[in-house]
């Protein structure tokens, strides 16, 4: 479990070494954030959903750790360090490791006027932001390599696994968010799409199109920051989650600028990707990973419906985004 006195001592300025004039708590439902000055810890919380398990303080201390390898490969001067907590006197030491009770993530803080939400949100994006972020994921992908471990992924089991499952999850929302036509249109496509292009599946396995990718690449995890780019929080507590096809990830940026009614941008941030990368059978892919990330994306959303610790109007906002990107995948595949 987490410590009792985590909470308590990390909001004191003083429990830091560059002592922050103040810090503030962000909580997710799987991590405490701290943000102290330029600098952000972040925590996880001794929690287990299913697909992820951070109950034991060595599962969090592995897990902490390859949030942090994992990042570097997007974000090196983000992510900096990994630092146990003890607890000395009935006090919690930050960095002190005789009697250590928890790990925490070091990072720089962003900018966060700078996500690429927000920037989105002004209206201050433009084509050649989005052809620098396709040129800069481009070169990352590229130097992840597609090694044996990664093409197990690609296997039309494990995609039509992870495609099954969804809608397995989400059949309860039928006559609610997803009406019944929308919900059997985007099985029956999807379905068939995998049934009928297998060999298309095999030559992006051939291709060395399978890596180990980011997994959760949208909107909010994207910094454009002067000369900078920074790309943050890919999935770190599930391989399934993240590895598969480089062109998942690119699909999941391009149906987020789709849902919020930019197509251009994710457009334009396709389009260079592809010519950065020289990865031309993306296209035949990518519908298929948009209908596919659009109704993940639904199902997470819909899954607050049910979160007896929402309020009305959270449940009511809720509902309606889920909607939306229901309606998105249909759009899709009608």
Not at 100 to 111: A, F, G, P, Q, S
Not at 121 to 136: C, I, L, P, S, Y
Not at 180 to 209: D, H, P, T, Y
Not at 253 to 268: Q, T
Request: glycine share 6%.
């Amino acid at each position: 479990m987490t410590h009792p006195k985590l909470v308590e001592s990390m909001m004191k300025p003083e429990f830091y070494p560059h002592v922050p004039d103040s810090v503030e708590l962000i909580q997710t439902h799987i991590s405490f954030i701290f943000i102290a000055g330029d600098l952000v810890y972040k925590v996880k919380k001794a929690v287990d959903f299913g697909f992820l398990d951070f109950t034991t303080l060595e599962k969090r201390r592995f897990y902490v750790s390859e949030e942090l390898r994992l990042n570097k490969r997007f974000s090196p001067d983000v992510y900096l360090d990994i630092l146990p907590i003890s607890e000395v006197n009935r006090s919690l030491i930050l960095g002190d490791t005789s009697n250590v009770v928890e790990y925490t993530l070091k990072m720089k803080r962003i900018n966060e006027d700078q996500m690429l939400y927000k920037l989105l949100e002004a209206g201050r994006v433009t084509k050649d932001d989005m052809e620098r972020v396709g040129k800069h994921l481009s070169g990352i992908y590229r130097s992840i390599p597609g090694d044996e471990k990664s093409r197990s992924f690609g296997k039309l089991d494990v995609i039509s696994t992870n495609v099954v499952e969804n809608f397995d999850q989400t059949r309860k929302y039928i006559g609610g968010p997803v009406s019944r036509e929308a919900f059997n249109a985007i099985e029956l496509w999807s379905n068939a799409f995998m049934e009928n292009n297998k060999a298309l599946f095999e030559k992006r396995v051939e291709q060395g199109c399978i890596k180990d990718c980011h997994g959760d690449l949208h909107l909010q995890h994207i910094c454009i920051e002067d000369n900078n780019i920074f790309i943050f929080d890919c999935i770190e507590f599930n391989e399934r989650f993240r590895f598969g096809d480089v062109a998942s990830d690119v699909a999941f940026l391009s149906m987020d600028f789709d849902y919020n009614g930019e197509s251009e941008l994710g457009n334009a941030f396709v389009d260079e990707y592809i010519k950065a990368s020289g990865d031309i059978s993306m296209k035949e892919v990518l519908l298929f990973y948009k209908v596919y990330r659009a109704f993940v994306r639904a199902k997470v959303t819909s899954f607050m419906l049910g979160d007896e610790g929402i309020d009305n109007s959270a449940r009511e906002n809720a509902f309606k985004n889920a909607k939306k990107y229901y309606d998105l995948a249909y759009e899709y595949v009608i």
